[in-house]
């Protein structure tokens, strides 16, 4: 018998993890509950089960899933708590009204930033610098020929707690449950995207507003959002960017840049990934947009796919080029 921590309901299943109601991490009935600390991004982990085999390992070409909040912008209190030691070093003796006023201030703007933390917590908070190549630069084609395409369709899931998918038409529907949260599946380790050519067609199904961004994960832990990148764009900006993952964190490693090459609304875009010896290309449309040097990627890594704000994103032809 297990137990959810924060809403008490039972369940009989030992298998389930996850509480179906507010996704909380289930407790064996009692026994002492998880310590959570105040403020600290909480990751949610499913474990994928194939239909009819109740706790039964991921099958072939069954993807993991993962879903995640980016982490809000840290504060900075302790800059006005700075400030203010220096007021009072300054003023010591007959500054008292001016250290309330300044205290007053110091308040306001802690506010201030609680707020903004609050309102862009679907940006994620850290960045590290890579070099990257002019944009939008000439396309270029690439001589590896060994083609494997990976089926999207054993992708579903019956039912997940953190995303929505489905096939149909031919392409895979899948979008994040939440606002402000990203949804990510990756594929099973057979498929590697070192020394290959990952190449992926998606569209914005609804031509919807999403702060985050979808697209193609790459040189992935098969784990997900554990280590690896992503590529992503914005259709409704003509935007992408380059972040890269580790546990409990996204970070930039290329910002939100423009580029022509991408096509608006609901259009289809092609998004590819070339991994050279010394360098990662990334394609918009067969235009050469950027390039990183590979220095968080998987050894190994794995494909996926990434969608973000609830944005419905529809994915066909994820293939690997050798």
């Not at 026994?31 to 072939?60: A, K, L």
Request: hydrophobic share 30%; net charge neutral.
């Amino acid at each position: 018998m297990k137990i959810c921590p924060r809403c008490q309901k039972t369940y009989a299943d030992d298998n389930l993890n996850f509480c179906l109601e507010d996704g909380t991490v289930l407790n064996q009935a009692g026994s002492e509950p998880q310590t959570v600390m105040i403020n600290e991004p909480r990751i949610t982990q499913g474990q994928p089960q194939m239909s009819g085999q109740v706790g039964s390992q991921p099958g072939w070409n069954t993807p993991q899933q993962y879903s995640m909040q980016p982490p809000p912008k840290s504060s900075k209190t302790w800059i006005w708590v700075l400030l203010i030691l220096g007021v009072v070093v300054l003023v010591c003796g007959g500054g008292f009204a001016g250290l309330i006023l300044i205290g007053m201030n110091a308040d306001n703007n802690k506010t201030d930033i609680t707020s903004n933390r609050v309102s862009t917590t679907n940006r994620p908070s850290n960045s590290t610098s890579t070099n990257s190549s002019p944009t939008n630069t000439t396309s270029t084609t690439s001589n590896r020929t060994d083609l494997e395409t990976i089926d999207l369709e054993p992708w579903v899931k019956e039912f997940s707690a953190y995303g929505n998918t489905e096939f149909t038409g031919g392409e895979f529907i899948m979008s994040s449950k939440k606002k402000g949260f990203y949804y990510v599946l990756v594929a099973p380790e057979e498929y590697k995207t070192e020394k290959a050519d990952t190449r992926v067609t998606l569209r914005n199904v609804d031509n919807a507003n999403g702060s985050l961004g979808f697209g193609l994960i790459f040189h992935s832990n098969p784990t997900p959002l554990q280590q690896g990148y992503a590529f992503l764009i914005d259709t409704k900006k003509k935007k992408y960017r380059v972040v890269r993952h580790e546990p409990q964190n996204e970070r930039t490693v290329v910002s939100w840049t423009t580029s022509n090459a991408i096509k608006e609304g609901a259009e289809e875009n092609v998004l590819e990934v070339r991994d050279l010896d010394d360098k990662v290309e990334l394609y918009i449309n067969g235009t050469m947009v950027t390039s990183i040097k590979n220095q968080y990627g998987y050894s190994g890594g794995v494909p996926g796919l990434y969608a973000g704000d609830g944005v419905k994103v529809a994915f066909k032809n994820l293939e690997i080029r050798k």
